[in-house]
């Protein structure tokens, strides 16, 4: 079975749910040349506890750094503070994991749900892609092989079926989250557009839906445990090639239409 063999790894929104576990998951099967960068908006707050007993157990594997996405200098000094550890072979792997939830519906939404929604969940990534695009096409070029991998160099975005404008409706009446929907939507079309301006550094960029799972986010009624749904993504992005470059995929491999 394929592994995640990228050396050098960030997570966002690594301090619980569904990027706690994939930080787990992976530690668990390190290898010498791996590393992870975990990353939260509040490393020695008490919402990071698992994290920070996770690295108590892999202290060589993991390294905490503070990132907000709502906050574009946060995302520049995450950067900067990962740039002075990776080395000059970059990194090899970005998974935009962190997001935020919020309901409503046109007669509900309000202004601040939109635009805290837009913020995390499109405009957060958008800088953090930025940011960290420098250390991506280094991996890509270190790499020293053709094509597109997960190994080589990529970005993973976690999105949802939320953001598919053929599968939201016919969830829309059990899911009135049209904040959430609206700005995974558009955290689609920023996937879509990335992979477009990475084909030629041969950096792979695709979505990712992640299933139903019980999370804080997800809820207790979801059908999936984190466990599942992770194990499911990493198998998925240890496969990916070129052919999935600008694709939206779920944890099971399946193709999610737009
Ligand atoms: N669970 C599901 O059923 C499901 C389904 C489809 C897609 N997804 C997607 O999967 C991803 C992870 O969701 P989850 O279920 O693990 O949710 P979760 O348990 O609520 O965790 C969300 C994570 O995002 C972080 N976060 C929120 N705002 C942030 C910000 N401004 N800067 C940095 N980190 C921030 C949270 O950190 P704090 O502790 O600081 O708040 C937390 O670590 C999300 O993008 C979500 O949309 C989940």
Known sequence: MAVVKACKILITGAN????????????ENSFPKQHIFAT??????PKSEALRELV?????????????????????????????????????LLVNNAGIVANGTIQTTTVEDMKNTFNTNV????LI???????????????????????????INISS?????????????????LPYGVSKAGFNM?????????????????ALHPGWVKTELGGDDATLESKESVAGMLRVIANLTEMQHGGFLDYTGETVTW
Do not use: W
């Open 56 to 92: 108590k157990k892999h202290p060589s594997a993991i390294t905490i750094i503070r990132l907000d996405a709502n906050d574009p200098s946060s995302v520049k000094e995450s950067a900067k503070k990962v740039g002075s550890l990776l080395g000059n072979n970059g990194l090899n």
């Open 129 to 155: 892609i930025r940011e960290y695009l420098p250390y991506l096409q280094m991996a890509a070029k270190a790499s020293g092989t053709p094509g597109m991998s997960s190994n080589k160099a990529a970005v």
């Open 40 to 45: 939260c908006r509040d490393p020695d707050g």
């Open 123 to 126: 405009i957060g990534p958008l």
């Open 161 to 177: 079926v939320a953001g598919s404008m053929t599968r939201m409706p016919s969830i829309y009446k059990h899911f009135p989250t």
């Open 190 to 206: 920023l996937t879509v557009l990335a992979a477009e301006e990475f084909k030629a550094d041969e950096i792979l960029c695709m």
């Open 16 to 27: 619980r749910g569904l990027g706690l576990e994939i930080v787990k998951q992976l530690s």
